[in-house]
Structure formats: C-alpha cells, structure tokens
C-alpha cells in the first residue's frame, strides 16, 4: 500500500470511530474523547485512564495503547488486523474500552 492509499484508509477508520464515541457520548457514557493531532484520538475512559488511537505513516499502521499495552494494525486487503494474532482493529479496540471503562462501544 502505498502512502496515499494508507492516508485515506487511515482517514476513514479514525472517522468510524470517532462516529462511534460520538454515539457512546452521547448515551452519557463514562468515556470521552479528543483530537490531539491530526491522526491521534485519544480516549478518555475517566478512572480506567486514556487509549491513544493514532496512525503511524511510516511502517503504514495504525497503533492503540491502552492500559493493557501497545497494539499494531496492518490492512490486510480488507481489514485492519493485529500484527501479533490477527484480531480486527473493531474488535480489539471495543474490548480495551469495554475493560477500561465498562462502555461496550459498537463499531
């Protein structure tokens, strides 16, 4: 994939899932969230800390850090996957909301 290609996919995740929190927040859930640069959202889960959500152009991932440690997402063709054991992006990231926050977070 090329640089172009990872900055429109990239762009397109980190709106679905700032549509996503938008939904959450508004349900008065225990989380919030933040733009602190351009391709880095980070997530404010109140006593569970932050997730920090950001695309890293230069290996073409997209990375999360969460209190349960660093993950690193590949496109695969079709979906973002973790580079370690495959999980989609979706399903990682509503599992590291779910453990810090108690929010089930639909992607």
């Known amino acids: 994939m090329d640089e172009q290609e990872f900055a429109g996919r990239a762009r397109t995740l980190l709106a679905q899932l700032e549509t996503a929190l938008e939904q959450a927040v508004a349900q008065e859930h225990e989380l919030d969230y933040?733009?602190?640069?351009?391709?880095?959202?980070?997530?404010?889960?109140?006593a569970g800390g932050k997730i920090v959500v950001n695309r890293?152009?230069?290996?073409?991932?997209?990375?999360?850090?969460?209190?349960?440690?660093?993950?690193?997402?590949?496109?695969?063709?079709?979906?973002?996957?973790?580079?370690?054991?495959g999980?989609?992006?979706?399903?990682?990231?509503?599992?590291?909301?779910?453990?810090?926050?108690?929010?089930?977070?639909c992607f």
Do not use: K, N
């Open 56 to 85: 890293h152009a230069p290996s073409r991932e997209i990375w999360i850090a969460a209190r349960r440690g660093g993950f690193h997402f590949r496109w695969d063709g079709e979906h973002w996957r973790d580079s370690r054991d």
């Open 87 to 105: 999980a989609l992006f979706e399903t990682r990231l509503r599992e590291l909301v779910a453990e810090q926050t108690g929010v089930d977070v």
């Open 34 to 46: 933040e733009w602190v640069a351009e391709g880095i959202l980070e997530i404010d889960c109140a």
